[in-house]
Structure formats: structure tokens, C-alpha cells
């Protein structure tokens, strides 16, 4: 069976006070069907846009075919050149039969520095599974004063 993962990540990066908020919708679908913008890794699957079932907006990313082990994700880099000392990213996600064993769905955030990953959460201690309908998600980190780039 195959598992799907639909995201919505109508995503805000909210910074307290004077924080910039970067557009990271899905709303402008490139040639062969991905969001413009984010960029996609993993062992498996494939990111697409998708019209039929979202959240607002015109179109959410359905995260597809991964299975086991393997993992699909997209992301939107960006500078970390925000004030504040935290950083939170809210989206929203709607599962369909992902199965435990491992298996989750989620959102995720990296920061980094000059010397690699300084900060990172992927929910993969509180781990979306089964079927769910649309669900706010929140993921929040701080902000170190030495980030350069936030995924």
C-alpha cells in the first residue's frame, strides 16, 4: 500500500516584533507540476502540487510512494538574517494510511551556521500517523545569533 502525505504548509515564519515573513506558499506551480521554489530530497516518492485536495490556497504539495525507511521532504532556504531569539514555523498536514513502524509525517526545520546544523526538528518525537484531516502543526527553535540559513 502506499503511503500519502499531503502538506499544506500554508507556512508563516512568525519572528516576534519587526520579523520579516517570507511567501513559502505552493501557490506558483513550475513546468513539471512542483512548487516553485522549494526543492526536494529523499531516498523515495516525489513531490507534486496538488488542486484536488488542499487546505486554502490553490494547491497544497502531496508528498508520495514512501515507504519503510525511506523519506521524502521539501524545502525553501532562506537567510537567517531575522532579529528575535526564536523562530516558529507553522503549517498544516493531512495524512492518509501512514503506517507505524517508523513511518511519520511532519514538518521540519534546520538552522545552520558556519560550522553545520545548530538547531533542527523534524517532529519525528511526536510523529503524525494513520489518517488525519488538515491539523495545525507548530515547530519552534531558537534563533542563535551565529544562523546564516534556515531550511
Known amino acids: 500500500m502506499h503511503t500519502y502525505l499531503l502538506v499544506l504548509l500554508g507556512v508563516l515564519i512568525a519572528l516576534p516584533l519587526h520579523a520579516q515573513t517570507p511567501n513559502l506558499n505552493f501557490e506558483h506551480p513550475s513546468a513539471n507540476g512542483q512548487p516553485t521554489g522549494w526543492t526536494q530530497f529523499g531516498r523515495?516518492?516525489?513531490?507534486?502540487?496538488?488542486?484536488?485536495?488542499?487546505?486554502?490556497?490553490?494547491?497544497?504539495t502531496r508528498l508520495s510512494d514512501v515507504a519503510g525507511t525511506?523519506?521524502?521532504?521539501?524545502?525553501?532556504?532562506?537567510?537567517?538574517?531575522?532579529?528575535?531569539?526564536?523562530?516558529?514555523l507553522t503549517g498544516y498536514v493531512k495524512t492518509q494510511d501512514i503506517q507505524s513502524g517508523g513511518s511519520y509525517a511532519g514538518l521540519w526545520v534546520r538552522i545552520d551556521g558556519d560550522n553545520g546544523v545548530l538547531q533542527f526538528d523534524n517532529m519525528q518525537s511526536r510523529g503524525i500517523r494513520g489518517t488525519t484531516d488538515w491539523t495545525q502543526y507548530t515547530i519552534t527553535l531558537p534563533l542563535p545569533d551565529e544562523a546564516i540559513t534556515i531550511h
Open 44 to 60: 523515495s516518492g516525489q513531490a507534486k502540487l496538488d488542486s484536488t485536495v488542499r487546505n486554502g490556497g490553490r494547491y497544497a
Open 70 to 88: 525511506d523519506f521524502r521532504a521539501i524545502d525553501w532556504s532562506i537567510p537567517a538574517n531575522f532579529g528575535g531569539k526564536r523562530l516558529t
